[in-house]
């Protein structure tokens, strides 16, 4: 069984602060990683895509991915109190995509 | 943009009962997938299909059935709804078989078995 594993928090951050969230995964083989947002009530919306080893920027996002550890982790700098939902780390291994349990993520005000 | 149409957003259902729920994407996808979401679980895949009259199980099918009569239309179907079938259930639909950047889930539908 695939596994992809993520804390469930809450985490919870001041406004304007980074907030870090992490995902490990069992599968050295996996090529893809993915993170999405879920506000509650609502359904998963893709927020970063990582290939390969290294950071991927996009706005306030910094997706770091660590092929040899087996990490994938979300960087949002700058948040805001909209940022509060629950992130979805979610791995594709050959033509399976796992998703971690989700980290919920309190921006305080 | 694509749309995915979950018909039932809340539904309550009694021990036993047959339930379906139903699921409609617009944009001609072939892929079509059933997950449901659990708290701290994540989401967990029951279904898919790759084409019409195509089904394949995924992590968790016992207890499920689907049907794919036509492309845009994917049903998932609880033969007795038992209680631990509480749940919130999420259709998705995939320009490709399986790549987490194509994939566009609907609003999900919560289901309540008492």
């Known amino acids: 069984q695939k596994e992809v594993e993520q804390n469930s928090g809450p985490l919870s951050v001041p406004e304007g602060a980074i907030a870090s969230l992490n995902c490990t995964y069992s599968?050295?083989?996996?090529?893809?990683f993915f993170w999405y947002r879920q506000y509650s009530g609502k359904s998963p919306e893709l927020i970063m895509s990582?290939?390969?080893?290294g950071d991927k920027e996009d706005g306030r996002f910094t997706a770091q991915l660590n092929k040899a550890s087996q990490y994938v982790s979300l960087l949002i700098r700058d948040s805001q109190p909209s940022d509060s939902a629950t992130y979805l780390c979610?791995?594709?291994?050959?033509?399976?995509?796992?998703f971690g349990g989700g980290t919920r993520l309190m921006v305080k005000p | 943009d694509v749309k995915v149409t979950q018909s039932s957003r809340y539904l309550v259902k009694r021990t036993g009962e047959k339930v379906f729920l139903e699921c409609v994407q617009d944009?001609?996808?072939?892929?079509m997938f059933w997950y449901r979401q659990d708290p701290g679980l994540g989401l967990r895949l029951i279904y898919f299909s790759y084409d019409v009259k195509m089904k394949e199980k995924g992590d968790i099918p016992e207890g499920y059935s689907v049907s794919r009569e036509k492309k845009e239309r994917f049903s998932l179907i609880l033969e007795s709804a038992s209680t631990n079938q509480t749940s919130m259930y999420l259709c998705?639909?995939?320009?490709?078989?399986?790549?987490?950047?194509?994939?566009?889930f609907g609003e999900g539908s919560w289901l309540t078995v008492v």
């Open positions: 990582i290939y390969s080893n």
């Open positions: 599968d050295r083989v996996s090529q893809s």
């Open positions: 998705a639909s995939s320009l490709y078989r399986v790549h987490g950047n194509t994939i566009y």
């Open positions: 979610a791995v594709r291994t050959g033509n399976m995509l796992t």
């Open positions: 944009m001609d996808h072939e892929n």
